[in-house]
């Protein structure tokens, strides 16, 4: 019995010592709940072009939601983002979720911080993640290029996101992050739409992580944003509350 007990208690000490039977201790600042995950799509996204950014989350565990711009972002961006508000409510009920996590690409970004700063989500949301998002606005002609249309005439959101445009001006007056809620914000060298890429970043205690920073020879376009494995690694990390680091060969 005494031969049992002693062998019992070596290989207790061995398992222990291994790591193996032992319960699961998060690391500092880590995350060990998912919140359900919002993806807002850009301008002339449909939901579906965002089903393998969505696909990747699933895969590791996360209940997804993608919130299509109305009229694909064309229109008034504050007008864009009230539906979102309803949309995040409806989630936090279906899944009994105090709170959610935004990741927006290109105008998403904009749109999820409109909804952060003025629509009540600063209570209901934990991190916003942004994707090229021209928090600081880029040049017109840049946004009538990739949207194929010459020029921002009549297009509210496309005028909207021009440097230095009154809506820019309002959302960004004051501190670009609205405590409680975390903000991470990837960007690209690449970006052909956000110019200068550093319009995609934020300041007071965002985290801005430039792809090519850490992983110099990834080429990333504007939409390699949302299908990127490299990107995702990083969205991966924010969403668990770690600093991004990114897999620079990930698929």
């Known amino acids: 019995m005494r031969r049992n007990r002693r062998t019992l208690v070596v290989l207790a000490l061995v398992l222990a010592l291994l790591g193996i039977g032992t319960p699961f201790v998060a690391t500092a600042g880590a995350t060990t709940t998912k919140d359900p995950v ?6 002339f996204s449909p939901a579906i072009a965002n089903e393998p950014l969505a696909a990747r989350l699933r895969n590791d565990g996360y209940k997804v939601w993608i919130y299509e711009l109305p009229g694909l972002g064309l229109g008034d961006i504050g007008q864009t983002s009230r539906p979102l508000a309803t949309l995040v409510d409806q989630v936090r009920a279906q899944t009994g979720s105090a709170k959610v996590d935004l990741i927006g690409h290109s105008q998403g970004g904009l749109v999820a911080r409109y909804y952060v700063k003025y629509l009540g989500g600063s209570t209901k949301v934990d991190r916003v993640i942004s994707l090229g998002a021209p928090h600081y606005g880029t040049y017109v002609a840049n946004i009538a290029d ?20 009154a809506f820019l001006n309002d959302l960004n007056a004051g501190p670009d992050v609205i405590a409680p809620v975390k903000y991470t914000n ?3 060298a690449q970006d052909e739409l956000v110019r ?22 990834r ?12 990107v995702y690694d990083g969205v991966r990390d924010a969403l668990r509350n770690e600093p991004v680091r990114f897999n620079c060969w990930a698929l």
């Open 146 to 165: 990739f949207l194929g249309l010459g020029s921002c005439i009549g297009i509210i959101a496309c005028e909207q996101m021009a440097i230095g445009s």
């Open 38 to 43: 919002i993806i807002v799509a850009g301008t």
């Open 219 to 230: 080429v990333v376009g504007h939409l390699g944003l949302i299908l990127d494995g490299t």
């Open 186 to 188: 990837i960007y690209t």
């Open 196 to 217: 200068p890429v550093t319009n995609a970043t934020l300041r007071d205690g965002a985290e801005n992580v430039k792809v090519q920073d850490q992983c110099w020879l």
